[in-house]
């Protein structure tokens, strides 16, 4: 074995032991291990990269980018037609996002991150209630979420 090929086992175990109780691996907590891997482990970025990516499959982790990148996919389609976006279909989302994340991110976290994910996208929340020609409803359950 070479010392390369040591050093790139350390590290597989580091991240292994890092995250031994988890599920999830948010952005920044994916950002610091990588970042251990090029100072610690003295390895390239790519390299250390392509090692957390087999210990994720190995210990089948959810990664926060991907979640994110799936749930963008499903608002994107629901706002596809029109550019709007229904209180139902933003509270199906924010389900779906809880789902996908396993439960590491609360409904809060998740109304919180699709909102901003709204507003970034330009895409505006659909009125809701007496909708009369559109001119009666209001857009209040989307005011009301937190930024």
Request: hydrophobic share 40%; net charge negative.
């Amino acid at each position: 074995m070479d010392a390369e090929e040591d050093i790139g086992k350390k590290f597989a175990e580091y991240i292994k032991l890092q995250l031994f109780d988890e599920r999830f691996l948010s952005r920044d907590r994916e950002k610091k291990l990588l970042a251990e891997g090029v100072t610690r482990f003295d390895i390239s970025l790519d390299e250390a990269r392509a090692i957390l990516m087999d210990v994720a499959a190995d210990l089948d982790l959810i990664f926060e980018k991907d979640v994110d990148k799936l749930i963008r996919e499903i608002m994107q389609a629901f706002a596809a037609t029109d550019g709007y976006i229904s209180c139902s279909e933003f509270h199906h989302g924010v389900h779906i996002y809880k789902q996908l994340s396993a439960g590491h991110v609360g409904e809060g976290d998740a109304m919180r991150r699709l909102k901003q994910m709204m507003l970034d996208r330009d895409w505006k929340p659909r009125r809701q209630g007496l909708t009369i020609l559109s001119a009666i409803g209001t857009r209040k359950w989307f005011r009301e979420i937190p930024s």
